[in-house]
C-alpha cells in the first residue's frame, strides 16, 4: 500500500474483540486474502468496517462508516450523531484514508471518499452533477431531479448498475458542507493522480 | 391496513437522509426496478352530481382506495418522465398519505389502546409526535397508543377525509393545531362536531375559531370559558368580539404567560382548564418527551379505560422561549453577549470565521423546528453561511413575534449598533404575526431600526420536496399567500425556497442548491454594507423593447437616459468610481447607441464584451438547456457567429448594459407556441458576463420593465431550473419600478429577486382643448351668453357642424344640418356636447417622462391634487371636494354626475363650474404653500401658522367669492389638511435615496403600489414597492363599486342590443387593476354570475354564496374570464374562488333562461360529451410560466401575416384554465370550451384602472382583447360590442370600445399638450408618440374599432406638418422610421383610407429615413 507506514508517526493498531467473526466465512463475501491496515491516529478501531465490507453487508458497512465518522469528528458529533462541516479538520489524514482505503479495497475501487473526490472534481465540483453521477438523486421529470429516499431507494450492491461512487453515503439532508470537507480534507490530497493507476493494482490483487 | 402499517414501519424506523418518495422507483437488491405511479386515469366519480351548497368542497378528479395502495407496475424507467401535463393523482396540491403516519401498537390482551388522532399544519410534529408514541408503547406497561396524523392539507382529498371521518369514529384523542385555512377548517369541524361528545379528550390549539370551540377536556370546553367569569375567558371574549382576527394571537399570549397563570389557579377547582393550558405548554414544548408527557396526561385524566391506572408523567419542559440558538451550542441562549463569548472560543472556527471583520448574518428561526428536532434545513443554512466564512446569529421565538427578539439579539450588547449585516427569515412568515393576523407597521419599525436588507426565505410547508419540484404553479398558492405576499408587506426580499419536506416523515430537508443561492445572496446583500462605495460595482441594466434602435432604454414613464445620467452624477458625488462619464444624457446615449467599430447592421449598439463559446458555456451552467430552443451556442441573436455578444459600455466601476430581447418576438412561429421559450444564449451570456467577468456587487434594472422576470419558471418558489433564478444568479437586483404597476413589480420581486423601488410616474396634468374642440367650446360659452337672443339657432348650427368636424358625430348623434330644433332639442344638444368636451378637457395625461431625482414642482402637482380631492374616503372621514360644493347649494354631486352625463345642459354648467372651482380653490392652496422656485415648504406648518393668526384658509378666499360660499368648513378642513399631507409627498423625493441605501446594504422602507389618486399611501415614491394580502380581496367597498359598473354595463348593452341582456361576457382580470382597487373587477365577475363573496371569521374571502335571483332581478351572466399572466400568479386563490363560483352557478336548478351560465354548459357538455361541471369552466390564462397572448409583440414587430395569426396566437396562448376541482394541476389547456365559450359572447369588457394608462399607452389592452376573435367564432358571425369601464374618476363610466379609442386619441397622440410634452424629453419622447400609433393600429387589429379619422389627423399632424416631421426625424430617427412604416402598415393592412398623396408621401419619407439612417451608420 502506498504511503501507508512511511509518513505517519504514531500508528495504534489496536486489536479489537470484535475481530473474532472474521469476514471470510460470508457467503458473497470479497476473498480474504486483502490485507488493509487498520492505521488510526485517533485510536479508532475499523475491524467492524473492515468485516462489513468483507462481507458484502454495504448498508451495514455504510452505518458503521457514519458511526466513525461521529467517533472520529469528536464527543460533540457522537452525543449529536451527526458531524458540522467544522469538526472534520479533527479527523486524522490516517483514520480517513484507513476508511477510504478500506471502501476502495473492499469495492474493487467503486467505492470510497477518493472515488468520489475523484468524480465531484471531473464535473467541476458541482453537487448537483455529482449526485446525478453517483446516484444520489433520480430523474423526476423533464427538469426536475430529486434526491433518493434512504434507505429504500439506494443500492445497497456492488454490481451494476450500481453507479462508481454510489457509497458511503453522506446525508444531504443537512446540505452539502460535511462532503465537501471530507472531499477536501487533506487524507485524499494525494490521492487525485493515485486512483488510477495505485488503486487499480491493488483491485487486481483482490483476485 | 397491514400493508399501511409495513410501510408505517419501515418509515419509523429510517433516519431520513434523502426525502422519500411517493412517485418514483425504489429498488430491492436485485436488479428489477419497479416503478410506483400514479393512476393517471380520472376515474371520475362526480359527473352527474349536482351540488347546491355554497361553499363545495374540492372534488377529486380520481378516486383510488383508501390508504397508501400504489399501483406497481413493471413500466420501464424512461417512460415515467413524461408526467409534466397530466393531472397527477387527485389533482390536488398533495398526494401523501396519512397512512404513512399511522403507528398500530401490538395489542396484549388487558392492555388498553388509547386512540389518537391528529390534523395539524406544520409537518415537523409528525415525527416527535411519531417517536412519542413508540416510546410511550415501548417503556409503559398499562396502555398503549394507537396514533394517526393529518397534514391540514391532504384533507382535501375526499378520501383522506373520509378516512378521518372514519377514524375519529373510534379516537379517544383528538389533537389540531394551526387550521387555518377556511374550508378545512369547516371540514375538521363537521367531522368532529359529529365526535366530540363520545371523545374522550379534544385538543385544539390555535387555529380558527370555530375549531377551536370544540376544545373538552373534562369540563373545560371554549364555549363554556366564554360565558365564565375568569379573567382568561374574558380576555379572549372581549378580543374576540373586538377582532376576530385577534382570536388565536390572544392564545398564543396566553400560552406565554401561563407559568404565572398557573400559579393561580386552584387546581382542585380549575383543573381541567390548568390540564388545557398545561397541554398547550406541552405542545409548544415539541420534543417527543414532552408530547409523550402530553399524551399520557391527557390519557390517563380521561380515558375512562384508564381509570385507576397511575401513569407517571413529568412536567412540561419549558424551553426559551425566544433566544439564540446554535447547532454546536450546548445549550441556548437568552444573551447576546453570552452567545458570543461562546462563538469566540469555537475550537472548530477557522481564521476566515474568527475575523472580526467577517460578515454576520441574522438568521430568524421557529422554535418548533429546533424543538421538534426538525432542523435539518436550520443546519445546512448555519453550516453554508460558516463555510463561506460568515459568521451567524441564529435567533428564535416560539410564537409569531420575531421582532422581539430582532431587537433584543441582533444588537452589539456594548455598541447597540446592529450586529449583522443581513438577516434571513428562514420562516416564511410575517415578522410579526403568523398566519392570520399580522403588524406591518411594527415589523416595519424594527427592520428600520436594523437598516439591513432583510429576506424571508420559505420552507415548504404544504407540498412534499417533489410535489413542488413538479409543480409548474411551484408553491402551494395558500403559502404563496401567508409566506410570500405578507412577508413582502414588512420589505421581505427573495422568497427562496430553501428546504423541502420528506413525505414520509414529514422532516424538512436541506435543498442544496437553494441554500447555496440563499447563502449567496444573503452574503453579498451583507457585502454591499461593507464595501466601500469606490469599489463597488453595478451593472445598470437597460431595456429594448421592441428590439429596435430607437427602443434602447425604454421604460413605462420613465426618461431612462437622463435618469440614469442622473443617478450617475449622484453617485460619483457620492464616492462611487464613475470614471469617464460623459457630459450630458445625449452624450450618453450616443456612446451606448452608436458603435463606433462594430459592422453589424442591425443592433449597431457599442460591444462591451465579446463572450467566446467555450467561455460561455464554461460560465453558465444551464447552458445546454436552452439549446432545446435555440441550438447550439452562439446562435444568431446577440452574437456574431463566433461569439455571444454584450452591449453596454462601462464608466469606472458602472457598467451600463442593454437587457436582450426574448428573441422570439419577430417569429411568427415561436409567437404562436403556447409555452414561451427559454431565454436565448445571449440573453444568458448578458447575466454571466455581469456576475462573473464585470463581477457586479448588484444589478440595477433601469425601469418598468424587461424580460428577466417574465422568463418561463415556476409562477412562484423557484427550483434549480427556473430561468429567473438561473439568469439573475448571484447577483443582489434593485429595480426602477414605476408605482403604479404593482403587480408587475411583484413578479420582478418574487422571480427576480428585486428589491423594487418605485418612481413617481410623470406630473398629470388635464388634456385641455386644443384646434377644433378649443373652438368648440368657445362657442358653446357664446351660446350659453346668447341662446335667449335670436342668435341661439345660429350658434347652435356652428356648434353641430363644428363638432362634426372635429368628428364628434359618433360620441354624440348630431342632428341632420338644418334641422329645425326646439329651444329644449337645442339645449340637450348643445349640453351633451358640451359634456364630451369637458370630458376630454379634464382627462389627467401624464405630461412627458419622468427622471428620478426631479420630483414635480408644486404647482405641477394640482391636477394630481384636484383628483385626490374628488373621490370620497368614508373609512378616513374625508369628503370630496366636488360633493362638498354641491352640497353647499342643496344639491347631490351623483345626481349632478347623472345629470350631466345625460345631457341636461344646466347640469353640465354647473358641473364644469364645480370642477373649476375645485381647481382654482386648490390652485390657490398649492400657490400659498410654496416658495418662489415652486417648492413646497413644510406645508402642514405653514398652515398651521395660517390657522393661528386668524386669516382666511386659502381656498376661502376663492369659495367666498363664488356660489359655494357656504361649503361645511369642518369637511373642507379636514380635505385641505389629508390635501397637504399629500402634497408634500408628491414632492417629496426619495427615489435617489433609496437607491442609495440599497446600494449601501440598507433596508429599503417598503410601500403599496399604485394609483396616487386612490391610495396616497403610494406616495413618496422611493419604496420597496409591494402588492397586497391576496386573501383580502375583493373588499365590500370593491363589490359596491363592481355593483355600480356591472348594472350600468348591463344598462348600456340593453341599450344597444334590443333591450337583451347580454348572455356572456368575455373580460380581462388585470392584476395592478385589482391591486388598486382591492378587487373591484374581480368582484364584477362575481356581480355578473350573480355571486357574492363571503369573509371567514379573520376577513379574508374564500367562500360565496348565490344571490338569489329575486334579488338579483336579472339573468345570471355567464363570463368567459381572460387572467392575465400576472394576475395569475398574484391571485391563484381568486382564480380559484372564481372558478367554484362559475361552476356553482352552473349546477343551480334555475330556468334556463335566467341563468345563462347553466345554460351554456349544458349546450357545451353535450357537444363536447362532457359534464357540465367540467363544460363550466370560465377562468383563463397563460400557461405557467407564460405571460400575454403574444399579440402585442406582433403587432410592435410588425411580425403577423393576418388577423387570423392573431387569433390563433390568442387562443393559442390564452386557453389554460384553472380547475377549483383539480387546483394542484395548475394551469391545464382547454381551448375546445374556451372557443365554445367565447361563441356565445355579446360583448367584450375591460377596465381601466388609472389615469395615466389608458388603452393606447401600452400594449397589454390590445394584446388581451378578443374582439375580433369572438365576432370569429360565433355561429353568426355578429361583432360583440365591446366596453370599457372608466373608474379613473369619480363619476364612473362605462364606454363603448370605440369611444374610449377616440377619447385616448383626441387627449393624447392628437393632442398638442401631450406630445409636444413628450417632445420635450428628446430621443424617448419620439418613441412615446409612436408607441401610441402602434398601440392604436392594434386595436384596428383586434376589434376594428379605430375611426378613420384618428389616423387621418395623426398623418396630418405628424407627417404633413413638415416642422413636426423634421423634429421628429432629427431627434429618433430609428423611432420616426417606425411610424413612418406603422401608417403604411395601417394603409397596407385595410385599416386606414386615404389619399394617394399622402401614402406617396410617407413612401417617400421611408425611404429617406432609410438611407439617412444608413447614412448616419457609415460615418
Redesign the interface.
Known sequence: MPNAASSEKIVIQRQCQASAIRMSMRAGAVSNSVQIALESEAGVCYELLRDRLAAGEWELADEETRRLLCELAGE?AVK?KWV????V??IPVADLKTIDRLWRAYSKNKFGYSIQRRIWKAVDK???AF?RKVG?T???????E????????????L?D?TPEGHLP?T????????L??ILCHPAFDDTDGENELNLRSTAFNLF | MAAAVASTV?AGA????????Q?????N?G?HRFRVSWDVSSGSTHEGLRSNEADRVYRQGNNSSVGFSPAVSNSPRKSS????SAVLGNGLFTQTKPDIRRIIPETRHGIPVVKLVYVVLEAQYQASLSAAVRSINKSKKDVRFEIVGYLVEELRDTDNYAMFCKDLEDANIFIGSLIFVEELAQKVKIALEKERDRLDAVLVFPSMPEVMRLNKLGTFAMSQLGQSKSAIAQLIRRKRKEEGGRFEETMLKLVRTIPKVLKYLPTDKAQDATRFLMSLQYWLGGSPDNLENLLVMISSSYVPSLKGKKLEFGEPVVFLDTGIWH??APQMFDDVKEYLNWYGARR???DKLKNPNAPVVGLILQRSHIVTGDD??Y???V??L??RGTKVVPIFAGGLDFSMPVERFLYDPITRKPLVQSVVSLTGFALVGGPATQDHPRAVRALQKLDVPYIVALPLVFQT??EW??STLGLHPIQVALQVALPELDGGLEPIVFSGR?S?TG?S??L??R??QLCTRAINWADLKRKSKAEKKLAVTVFSFPPDKGNVGTAAYLNVFSSIHSVLKELRSDGYNVNGLPENAEALIEEIIQDKEAKFSSPNLNIAYKMNVREYEHLT?YSK?LEESWGKPPGNLNSDGQNLLIFGKQYGNIFIGVQPTFGYEGDPMRLLFAKSASPHHGFAAYYAFVEKIFGADAVLHFGTHGSLEFMPGKQVGM???CYPDSLIGHIPNIYYYAANNPSEATIAKRRSYANTISYLTPPAENAGLYKGLKQLSELISSYQSLKDSGRGPQIVASIISTARQCNLDKDVSLPDEGAHLTSEERDLVVGKIYGKIMEIESRLLPCGLHVIGEPPSAMEAVATLVNIAALDRPEEGIFGLPGILAEAIGREIEEIYRSSDRGVLDDVELLKNINDTCRETISAFVSKTTNKKGQVVDVIEKLGALFMLGRKDPWQEILSKSKFRNADQEKLKTLFDFLAECLRLIVADNELGSLKQALEGKYVEPGPGGDPIRNPKVLPTGKNIHSLDPQSIPTMAALQSAKIVVDRLLERQKLENDGKYPETIALVLWGTDNIKTYGESLAQVLWMLGVKPVPDALGRVNKIEPVPLEELGRPRIDVVVNCSGVFRDLFINQMNLLDRAVKLVSELDEPLELNYVRKHAIEQAASLNISIREAATRIYSNASGSYSSNVNLAVENSSWNDEKQLQDMYVTRKSFAFNSDTPGAGMSERRDIFEAALATADATFQNLDSSEISLTDVSHYFDSDPTKLVENLRSDKKKPNAYIADTTTANAQVRTLGETVRLDARTKLLNPKWYEGMMSSGYEGVREIEKRLTNTMGWSATSGQVDNWVYEEANSTFIEDEAMQKRLLETNPNSFRKLVATFLEANGRGYWETSEENLEKLRQLYAEVEDRIEGVDRN
Open positions: 460533540g449529536r458540522y462541516f467544522s469538526e479538520q479533527f458541482s453537487w448537483t449526485f444520489w433520480r430523474p423526476l421529470d423533464e427538469k426536475n430529486t434526491y433518493r429516499s434512504f434507505p429504500l431507494e439506494f443500492m445497497w450492491d454490481a448498475p453515503l446525508n444531504a439532508l443537512r446540505g452539502t458542507q460535511l465537501d470537507k | 419501515a429510517s433516519a431520513c437522509f434523502f426525502s422519500a418518495t412517485v418514483g422507483f425504489w429498488q437488491a436488479a418522465l413524461k408526467v409534466s447547532p454546536l472548530d472556527a477557522n435539518g434545513h443546519v445546512a443554512v453550516m453554508e460558516e463555510a420536496t417533489e419540484l413538479k420528506d414520509r422532516k430537508h436541506a442544496h442548491k441554500v447555496e451552467s438547456a427550483s434549480d431550473a
